[in-house]
């Protein structure tokens, strides 16, 4: 192995816009080895979720999950003071902050205090949505991302493609690639092997780091405590090794009780990857305390708004905030598949994305992410909080064209007057029977002057043809060829 | 999410709402459903008032203009009689989306009521007509394509399937990931056209894979998308309306 001595330079992130969602659609859906990729690794994910609930009464547990989760949203504003309490309380600063800015700012300036050089971080969708790590780099403060796949993904200069798997755009021989390209590893296929060079290169820079980062997958406020999911090992290193550990996190993971932990966990990692259990489960409670010998001198945790005390308001958006970030949407999802996580050019892609991101960056930069679902409901049917994505996607879809409560930013942004004109004419047909009747007669009379082609629809498939009379007309011809059976005591009813 | 219907014993009359797309442009495949339960004995009554359950509005996010169309089939419906929908999407839409697009509105109540009277062709065929079929036709390769709004918005992931199967003389045959979406999505295939003919692109040659000679749906948009692709392709695949389908094999 020669990977041991290569020291790897954080570079800018590769950068995709929820504005080119079409063009990156596009390239996506012409780009085999992400079309091959995507669809392997999703049709694994599937399987191995629906195997590991075997045996489980899901509609139950799912009940019970969406349970917790509304009871948690329900009393946030309280269970938010007594979780900042309770980490108080174990010696757990508690920053507040209204948006990925402030978040961003609070963080530096803690490693700045300390005269950090170097932060280690563990898995965090929070900090890629405040794009923490070219923040930090502004500040001369080098952030290097542990999770194996954040990493890969870091040294490719891209963003994750996936909530749980951020690299899994990427296959053995891509990740062969970007480990010998970058870090001077050998070309293999060889797992085990780049899994050990990572591991070495990774090792060293958490016993140099200064501060380590992490998200959180649940705060506990009865009892502060802060519960991390991880697989490889790097969540408890982040947490555990540099002197300094600040958590981040969005203001809606918080839970009441510490037995809303388990079903929760068992629906977490069953969704996600279709384990049972994880690898680590850690419980951060405090920092290193007098006669310990290891942990943080410092744990500091923000949360972070950014939006979300604004889809709180609305009784129907809300339901939005019960998402335990577990990707399972986007495994199932028939367009994620297709398309993969970075055509959607948000930070969370995928179904959830779609109604999460709006809140986020405003509908006029999303305005194809609402649209972006057939409505098949296959992320509705496997959420583990039942979230109902595909009313939400429709809600968000009134949103974007100006008919909805106007309180998501951007609303009526895709209205225009021609599509608005255009639904009204249809609403008036079909308002009117007598038209709706004579009108769809006429369409199936001309049908030899129907175009052949439609627009998109025909570049794929042909054109229906209106067939020669309507159904209301065969109905009409098929009643008056019936002998009447109906007698005279019928017809009264 | 779908609520346990107790389904009734068999009426002496149904409602039967035809659906836009049937009217426009499978008829037939309307008449059929017709002809399949005046067979088991159950007068059919056609509103002629009836046009569009509002759905194409609702999902393209024009509320107030599907909450018209709605409003305009709820009076068609006056007797106790249940309403046959030959289409699972329809079928959804007014089962489950006409009490929340009514919700707080002065037609809540008689939504609510039309809502619990829906039931999806096949739904009906099986659960309440207890439908026995005797096969006349040749024996065929078919696959089921089930809507995803059959199959997930009212729970009917069974009931195509239940009455292929009691054709003697058809081979089921269940292609790859036989309950993904095919791509049509209404306004979806439109709006987002290269994503949708990915999607029907792999349907079409699950399809194919599975060795299929037809197949058979309940939902005529799936069907205008998959068949529309396989004619593109120039394929010999045919689709058919479920109900045609089974018109014809046992008349």
Same mark, same amino acid.
């Given at each position: 192995m020669n990977a041991e001595n290569q020291a790897f330079q954080p570079q800018p992130v590769q950068s995709y816009s929820p504005r080119e969602f079409h063009r990156q659609a596009h390239d996506a859906l012409g780009n085999p080895q992400i079309r091959g990729n995507f669809r392997k690794a999703m049709d694994g994910l599937m399987t191995k979720r629906r195997d590991s609930f075997e045996g489980w009464d899901l509609e139950t547990l799912r009940e019970l999950g969406a349970n917790i989760?509304?009871? @948690?949203l329900a009393k946030l504003p309280d269970l938010l003071e007594q979780l900042e309490t309770n980490c108080q309380a174990n010696g757990i600063r508690v920053h507040w902050a209204e948006d990925g800015e402030e978040a961003c700012r609070i963080i530096r300036e803690i490693c700045e205090a300390h005269d950090a050089k170097s932060v280690i971080k563990g898995k965090s969708m929070v900090s890629e949505e405040m794009h923490l790590n070219a923040h930090l780099e502004a500040a001369g403060i080098e952030a290097l991302e542990s999770d194996l796949g954040e990493y890969l993904v870091q040294l490719n200069e891209q963003t994750p493609s996936h909530i749980i798997m951020p690299a899994i755009h990427l296959n053995t021989d891509e990740i062969s690639e970007i480990l010998h390209e970058k870090t001077g590893t050998e070309r293999t296929r060889d797992v085990d092997y780049m899994t050990a060079a990572a591991r070495q290169q990774l090792r060293e820079r958490f016993m140099a780091a200064d501060v380590g980062v992490s998200g959180v997958n649940f705060a506990v406020a009865e009892t502060g405590t802060l519960c991390l999911v991880e697989n490889e090992g790097n969540g408890r290193m982040t947490t555990t090794v540099p002197p300094v550990h600040i958590a981040v996190t969005g203001i809606e993971k918080v839970v009441e009780h510490l037995r809303d932990v388990p079903p929760l966990y068992s629906l977490l990692t069953r969704s996600a990857t279709g384990q049972h259990v994880t690898t680590y489960f850690n419980m951060i409670n405090s920092p290193r305390k007098e006669g310990e010998y290891d942990g943080p001198k410092e744990v500091h945790l923000v949360l972070v708004d950014s939006g979300r005390s604004s889809i709180y308001q609305d009784n129907e958006l809300l339901d939005?905030?019960?998402c335990i970030r577990c990707g399972a949407c986007m495994n199932h999802c028939p367009v994620y598949t297709r398309v993969g996580g970075h055509a959607y050019g948000t930070t969370y892609p995928g179904p959830i994305g779609s109604i999460l991101s709006p809140h986020m960056m405003g509908l006029e930069e999303t305005r194809d992410l609402p649209t972006a679902s057939s409505l098949c409901g296959a992320c509705g049917e496997v959420c583990p909080v039942k979230i109902p994505i595909p009313d939400l996607l429709v809600r968000l879809r009134r949103e974007a064209v100006g008919e909805g409560r106007g309180n998501v930013p951007g609303a009526g942004v895709k209205r225009t007057r021609k599509e608005a004109a255009a639904w009204k004419g249809f609403q008036w047909? @079909?308002? %009117? /029977?007598?038209?709706?009747?004579?009108?769809?007669?006429?369409?199936? *009379?001309?049908?030899a002057m129907m175009p052949a082609k439609l627009g998109a629809w025909t570049e794929y498939r042909? @054109? /229906?043809?209106?067939?020669?009379?309507?159904? %209301?007309?065969?109905? *009409?011809? %098929?009643?008056?060829? *019936? /002998?009447?059976?109906?007698? /005279?005591? *019928?017809?009264q009813r | 999410?779908?609520?346990?219907?107790?389904?009734?014993? +068999?009426?002496?009359?149904?409602?039967?709402?035809?659906? $836009?797309?049937?009217?426009?442009?499978?008829?037939?495949?309307?008449?059929?459903?017709?002809?399949?339960?005046? +067979?088991?004995?159950?007068?059919?009554?056609?509103?002629?008032?009836?046009?569009?359950?509002?759905?194409?509005?609702?999902?393209?996010?024009?509320?107030?203009?599907? +909450?018209?169309?709605?409003?305009?089939?709820?009076?068609?419906?006056?007797?106790?009689?249940?309403?046959?929908?030959?289409?699972?999407? $329809?079928?959804?839409?007014? +089962?489950?989306?006409?009490?929340?697009?009514?919700?707080?509105?002065?037609?809540?109540?008689?939504?609510?009521?039309?809502?619990?009277r829906i039931y999806e062709l096949t739904e009906f065929l099986v659960h309440v007509c207890h439908l026995r079929l005797e096969d006349r036709g040749q024996p065929e390769k078919v696959a089921m394509h089930t809507s995803c709004s059959a199959r997930r918005e009212m729970g009917l992931a069974e009931t195509g399937p239940a009455l292929l199967a009691q054709l003697g003389q058809v081979e089921l045959v269940e292609q790859a990931r036989a309950a993904e979406c095919c791509g049509f999505g209404g306004t979806f295939a439109v709006r987002h056209p290269e994503i949708s003919a990915a999607m029907v692109e792999d349907k079409t040659l699950a399809i194919e894979a599975a060795g299929a000679e037809r197949f058979v749906t309940s939902d005529c948009g799936c069907m205008m998308n998959i068949g529309g692709r396989f004619a593109h392709q120039k394929k010999t695949v045919k689709g058919e309306h479920i109900a045609s389908y089974l018109w014809r094999r046992t008349s």
């Open positions: 989760r509304m009871r @948690a939005t905030l019960r047909m @079909a308002t %009117h /029977p007598g038209v709706w009747r004579s009108g769809t007669a006429v369409v199936g *009379k001309l049908k042909t @054109a /229906p043809k209106p067939a020669g009379r309507t159904l %209301h007309a065969l109905v *009409k011809q %098929h009643q008056a060829d *019936k /002998p009447s059976v109906d007698t /005279p005591d *019928k017809e | 999410m779908t609520p346990v219907k107790c389904y009734p014993p +068999r009426p002496e009359k149904v409602y039967f709402f035809g659906t $836009c797309l049937i009217d426009l442009f499978y008829p037939e495949a309307g008449l059929d459903g017709i002809r399949l339960l005046e +067979r088991e004995g159950i007068d059919v009554l056609f509103p002629q008032d009836q046009t569009c359950c509002g759905q194409p509005a609702h999902t393209s996010g024009y509320h107030e203009e599907a +909450r018209a169309v709605a409003a305009a089939q709820l009076d068609l419906f006056p007797e106790p009689w249940p309403i046959i929908v030959p289409s699972g999407s $329809c079928g959804g839409m007014m +089962r489950t989306h006409y009490p929340k697009l009514f919700a707080g509105t002065a037609l809540e109540k008689k939504a609510n009521e039309i809502s619990g």
